[in-house]
C-alpha cells in the first residue's frame, strides 16, 4: 500500500471557503464552511451543523474550533449541493430578559 504524506497547513489553506466535515475526539461532528484557520490550526466555520452519532443536533452557526480537539478534518462529499449548510438561516441572537 503506497503511502500519501500531506502537509497540513497547506491542506487546510485549499479547504478555506470550502464546506468541510471536522470531527471531535469526543465524538461530535460539525460540518460548515471553513472561514479560516491560523498557525495553530484552529478552524473558525461559518454556518455550521452539528452531528451527534451521525443524526443532525442542530444548527450552530458562526464556531471556532480549538485544535487540540479536532480528530480530522474532510472536504465534505456533497461540495456543488451543500446541503443544509448552505440553506441554513442566519443565526439569530436570543431574546433578552429584563
Request: net charge negative; aromatic share 8%; charged share 20%.
Amino acid at each position: 500500500m503506497a503511502q500519501f504524506i500531506v502537509n497540513p497547513k497547506p491542506f487546510l489553506a485549499d479547504l478555506v471557503g470550502k464546506i468541510v466535515k471536522v470531527r471531535l475526539k469526543w465524538g461530535m461532528e460539525y460540518q460548515g464552511k471553513l472561514e479560516s484557520s491560523d498557525a495553530y490550526m484552529n478552524l473558525q466555520l461559518l454556518n455550521t451543523e452539528e452531528f451527534i452519532d451521525g443524526e443532525l443536533a442542530g444548527f450552530l452557526g458562526e464556531v471556532l474550533v480549538r485544535c487540540n480537539n479536532v480528530l480530522y478534518i474532510k472536504a465534505s462529499e456533497n461540495q456543488g449541493e451543500e446541503g443544509t449548510t448552505a440553506a441554513a438561516p442566519p443565526a439569530q441572537d436570543a431574546p433578552m430578559r429584563n
